[in-house]
C-alpha cells in the first residue's frame, strides 16, 4: 500500500513539474512574440520618420501576419489591447506605402 502512495505521489509531483515548465515554456513563447511585434513596430516608426517606404511596407506586412497567426497568444500577454484594431492600423500603413 505504501508503494502505491509513494508511487502516486511521485507521479503527481512529476505532472505538476511537468505542467509548471509547460506554463513556463508558453510564457516564453508568448513574450518573445510580443517582443518580435514590438521592434517591428518601432521599425515601422522609424521608417515613418524617415520616410522609408519600404521599411514601412515590409514590416506593416510582418506585424500583420504576425498579429494574425498568433491572436490568442498576443491576447493572453496583453489582453487590453485591441488587436483587430492595431492590424487595421497597420493595413492602412500596407496600402500607403506598398507598391502596388
Request: charged share 30%; glycine share 0%.
Amino acid at each position: 500500500m505504501n508503494s502505491i502512495f509513494a508511487s502516486l505521489t511521485l507521479a503527481t509531483f512529476y505532472f505538476i513539474d511537468f505542467s509548471s515548465e509547460n506554463i513556463n515554456l508558453t510564457t516564453i513563447i508568448n513574450r518573445n512574440l510580443k517582443k518580435r511585434l514590438d521592434a517591428s513596430m518601432e521599425r515601422i516608426e522609424d521608417g515613418i520618420s524617415t520616410y522609408n517606404k519600404d521599411i514601412i511596407c515590409h514590416e506593416s506586412n510582418y506585424s500583420i501576419k504576425l498579429i494574425k497567426k498568433n491572436l490568442v497568444q498576443l491576447k493572453k500577454v496583453e489582453p487590453y489591447y485591441d488587436w483587430q484594431e492595431i492590424e487595421e492600423i497597420l493595413k492602412i500603413n500596407r496600402n500607403k506605402y506598398c507598391k502596388n
